[in-house]
Nanobody
């Protein structure tokens, strides 16, 4: 079973930046698609960004041009660089790993709060 551990959340002012990290256990990271989701209070969980095992990316319209997802297979880690943060980006951000077999694993989530 793959375990995912997120880090890097916190409180930041509007316009600021944060970088989230998600470290995966095991040896399947390099063949997995990775994604970041977020869920704000009272709202449904939404996909923020995804990166395939060969590096192709896609983003939600709400973060396109501000967030960047990347991966380092040597470190079994996926990152989410978040720039120009807005109050509406406030949410719990969770990391997701998915194999071609549709096996998936979730991290515990990390809180991001954008507020002055």
């Amino acid at each position: 079973q793959v375990q995912l551990v997120e880090s890097g959340g916190g409180l930041v002012q509007p316009g600021g930046s944060l970088r989230l990290s998600c470290a995966a256990s095991g040896s399947i990271f390099s063949i997995s698609a990775m994604a970041w989701y977020r869920q704000a209070p009272g709202k449904q969980r939404e996909l923020v960004a995804r990166i395939t095992n060969d590096g192709r990316t896609n983003y939600s319209d709400s973060v396109k041009g501000r967030f960047t997802i990347s991966r380092d297979n040597a470190k079994n880690t996926v990152y989410l660089q978040m720039n120009s943060l807005k109050p509406e980006d406030t949410a719990v951000y969770s990391c997701n790993l998915r194999l071609p077999t549709n096996y998936e694993s979730w991290g515990q989530g990390t809180q991001v709060t954008v507020s002055s």
